[in-house]
């Protein structure tokens, strides 16, 4: 302890600050900023440090409440082409696969291998859908805007000091401020990432750039990021734009990237990450983002391809070593996505998550000795309910793939017990009811799976068949039409139809 | 690869007619891949939570407060 008392203090919360040890930092700052409150270093430091407990990278944030979702003005088209669009995910011609073999999400897309905050949301059709999808990591209630999450992170973050935020936005003078560079863009950063006070953010930046005679790309991208927050994505545009004409910069294509995703403009978005990667070759950033739009509009080929352009620059890329390897799964190869998913393990990813790929890949690639191994580390690893559920359903399958069909009903219960809402175990529920001949619980289990997530086709079209079978033709046609609305390619349930409407002719 | 002389013979009828009848079978949900975190999302879930366990412990404290006042 002596020898630290005696180092100066200042020195010693940069060395804290640098070995990203951010509380002490912040704390020792205090200490000086309490002897000294015009100590401008410890206070920018500070800043920082306050921000980077908080930081993350404005890239990937793009969370969208229900109010953009339902009310968005910005788009161009109502009933957009095919294949210019990604809220129909389903136009693409890039043959991905059919919700036979992967399950979907609720917007209609292929389940991907690898989740950011922005893939979380999808966008649903309806209101109704929009309310029940899940928007945030934990809780299963939507954002009732778009600024929910960040929101609650600002708060907490001010909770932590008992007298008070550590800089009162109100009695700030931005305008002082805003002509010291060597503070200003500290300050920003914390008003941005600390505060999520984007008005005042925004004026920071505004009256910087001003004093920088709108030559510093630097505040022209705070400036967007400002604007994109707000919704003002034109603006946003602009100033991207214009920060791209002073300065080739990566983070500013992807940035202009997401303003276009936001605006549904996927070519537009993919031509920029083009003209991106003729300045930047070999980007990896680029590469991934346009692998995403590839995704999202359900060309999963192409994506893949751009996923494995991605390792080629990159090899250790858990994103595209992710999204391969469930390509590989759902294409009916599970012994290569295992050496992908192998491969992700020798990296040191470390979550349930892997391990339950890892088990369904080994149960599918015949390598049992593997599999219950690894579901019960998968087990071990949950972190929540969700993610137990998950793994209890993906064990119910390696039950039925056995023939132990009480294990399998046991863990489809188990799984429900963790997430009362998994649609899909239902499902799975109600078939192995109907197995032991209880028409009765097999319909109700039906029925909820396919009020929980209508988007799914399965349970619409067991239902048809199950109604098929007990007389009530009408109800079957029904629900054969929806899982017809759901996944139009299915065989069997064109075959139903078909069949149906002959029974209607005759009659 | 030498052949194996099986003590079982498979049966192929050379004559009539094989018939199928196609039933409609119940479909099963398929197996779900669990997709990875991205770093950001696990940064944010982590502080979501901390805040979530900050917020309830100071609930927690307050309420003790105001019942140690009463």
New interface residues.
């Given amino acids: 302890m002596e020898v630290t008392l005696s180092m100066d203090p200042l020195f010693l919360a940069w060395s804290y600050f640098r070995r990203r040890k951010f509380q002490k930092c912040s704390d020792l700052c205090t200490k000086v900023l309490e002897d000294n409150p015009f100590d401008q270093a410890a206070w920018s430091l500070k800043t920082r440090a306050l921000t980077e407990m908080?930081y993350?990278?404005e890239v990937?944030?793009d969370q969208e409440g229900i109010a953009e979702i339902m009310l968005d003005e910005s788009a161009i088209a109502q009933v957009a082409r095919p294949g210019t669009s990604l809220r129909l995910p389903g136009t693409s011609q890039g043959g991905g696969p059919t919700p036979?073999?992967?399950?979907v999400t609720q917007s209609g897309r292929p389940?991907?291998?690898?989740?950011?905050?922005s893939?979380?949301s999808g966008r649903p059709g309806t209101m109704e859908q929009a309310i029940r999808t899940p928007r945030?990591?934990?809780t299963a209630r939507p954002v009732t805007s778009a600024s929910g999450?960040f929101v609650?992170?600002g708060?907490?973050?001010m909770?932590?000091h008992q007298d008070g935020p550590f800089i009162n936005m109100s009695r700030l003078n931005l305008a002082k401020y805003a002509q010291k560079p060597n503070l200003s863009k500290a300050l920003f950063e914390y008003i941005f990432h600390h505060e999520n006070d984007v008005k005042n953010a925004l004026d920071l930046a505004a009256l910087a750039t001003e004093h920088a005679q709108f030559k510093d790309w630097w505040w022209k991208v705070q400036l967007g990021k400002c604007y994109y927050r707000l919704g003002l994505y034109r603006e946003a545009e602009k100033q991207f734009r214009s920060a791209l004409s002073h300065q080739e910069f990566v983070d500013t294509y992807l940035y202009l990237a997401k303003v276009y995703q936001r605006l549904d403009q996927p070519i537009t978005a993919l031509n920029l990450f083009k003209q991106g990667l003729d300045h930047f070759p070999g980007e990896v950033t680029l590469l991934t983002g346009i692998a995403r739009i590839h995704e999202e509009m359900n060309n999963i080929t192409s994506a893949t391809e751009y996923y494995k352009d991605v390792l080629k620059q990159d090899n250790t890329n858990?994103?595209a070593i992710?999204c391969i390897g469930?390509n590989h799964?759902?294409t009916d190869q599970p012994e290569i996505a295992l050496r992908f998913y192998r491969r992700?393990l020798q990296m040191g990813?470390y979550?349930?998550?892997?391990y339950?790929?890892l088990g369904?890949c080994c149960f599918?690639a015949q390598q049992y000795d593997m599999t219950l191994s690894s579901f019960e580390r998968a087990l071990a690893l949950v972190s929540s309910d969700d993610?137990q559920a998950?793994?209890w359903?993906?064990i119910g399958?390696v039950a039925?793939g056995i023939g132990d069909l009480t294990l399998a009903y046991q863990c489809f219960k188990l799984a429900l017990a963790f997430n009362n809402d998994n649609?899909?175990?239902y499902?799975?529920l109600?078939?192995l009811e109907?197995r032991k001949g209880r028409i009765e619980q097999a319909k109700a289990f039906l029925q909820t799976a396919a009020s929980l997530s209508p988007h799914?086709y399965?349970p619409h079209?067991?239902f048809s068949?199950?109604s098929?079978k007990v007389g009530d033709l009408q109800s079957s046609y029904v629900a054969a039409q929806k899982s017809e609305d759901a996944f139009p390619e299915h065989v069997?349930t064109q075959?139903?139809l078909k069949t149906l409407r002959q029974h209607f002719a005759v009659l | 690869m030498p052949e194996v002389k099986s003590v079982f013979r498979e049966v192929l009828p050379k004559q009539g007619q094989l018939s199928v009848e196609d039933v409609p079978v119940l479909v099963l949900c398929k197996p779900k891949l669990l997709p990875l975190k991205s770093v950001t999302l696990e940064k944010l879930e982590k502080m979501q939570q901390e805040a979530q366990e900050l917020i309830r412990q100071q609930e927690a404290a307050h309420r003790e407060q105001q019942e140690h006042e009463q």
């Fill in positions: 908080v993350i990278d990937e944030v036979a073999i992967r399950p389940i991907t291998g690898f989740v950011r905050p893939t979380q945030t990591a934990n999450r609650r992170l708060t907490a973050s909770l932590t858990v994103e992710a469930s799964f759902y992700l990813v979550n349930c998550q892997l339950n790929n369904l599918y993610e998950d793994i359903y993906n399958h039925v649609a899909e175990a499902n799975n109600a078939v109907l799914m399965e079209f067991n068949v199950l098929d069997d075959k139903m």
